[in-house]
């Protein structure tokens, strides 16, 4: 059974600053999402990545197959970015398995 | 830009009775999942389904649930006689392929049982 962990469980930051979140897992994975939940409770997918890294506007994606982790970084943060970043992973099935989040909360 | 709709928003319902949550997917989609997520707690799988049938389903998707594709566009999850601890958020999802494809969610449905 795969065990998905994030660091930090809370992070305040300032605008501006570079953000990054961690994801750990325990058992060999197809793919890993990074998702991120607005307070109203919605889920909006941000990556699906499965080797190396990607981009999209502020965000980037990276993920260590052989080490067994991912992180997700936030450049240039604004208080919009305030949400919370959930890393899931897919284990060859069809199936996902969640972390317990990461709460950002970027201060103007 | 296509999205996953559910309906209804938020459903109160009382312990023991049954409910059904409402989803229609992206159209081109094969896969769909329902998934949960109790106040605080991690957002957990519940089932995946395709080809008209249940491909996985987790521990707690036991017999006082069933999902079924009536017709070419919804796709629903019973519950049949609800408990306090059934109350929580319930997504829907679904996605061009397995868990290597990208996932649309939808926006839930808050269920609370009293």
């Known amino acids: 059974k795969n065990e998905v962990e994030q660091s930090p469980q809370n992070l305040t930051a300032q605008e501006g600053e570079f953000i990054t979140i961690n994801c750990s897992y325990s058992?060999?994975?197809?793919?890993l999402h990074w998702l991120q939940q607005h307070p109203g409770g919605g889920i909006v997918s941000l990556f699906m990545?499965?080797?190396g890294k990607k981009k999209h506007g502020r965000l980037i994606a990276t993920i260590n197959i052989q080490e067994k982790h991912s992180s997700l970084h936030i450049t240039a943060s604004h208080p919009r970015d305030s949400a919370v970043y959930i890393c899931a992973v897919g284990e060859y099935g069809n199936k996902l398995v969640f972390g317990a989040g990461t709460i950002l909360r970027v201060k103007s | 830009e296509p999205e996953v709709t559910q309906t209804p928003s938020h459903q109160v319902t009382q312990m023991g009775q049954e409910v059904i949550l409402r989803c229609v997917p992206i159209s081109n989609h094969l896969y769909f999942y329902w998934y949960r997520q109790i106040l605080g707690q991690k957002v957990e799988f519940l089932v995946s389904f395709y080809n008209n049938e249940i491909s996985e389903k987790s521990e707690i998707f036991d017999d006082q649930f069933s999902v079924e594709r009536p017709d070419g566009s919804n796709f629903t999850l019973k519950i049949r006689s609800t408990k306090l601890e059934d109350s929580a958020m319930y997504f829907c999802?679904?996605?061009?392929?397995?868990?290597?494809?990208?996932?649309?969610f939808g926006p839930g449905t808050r269920l609370t049982v009293t």
């Open positions: 058992v060999g994975i197809s793919a």
């Open positions: 990545l499965s080797s």
């Open positions: 999802a679904s996605s061009e392929g397995r868990v290597d494809y990208e996932q649309y």
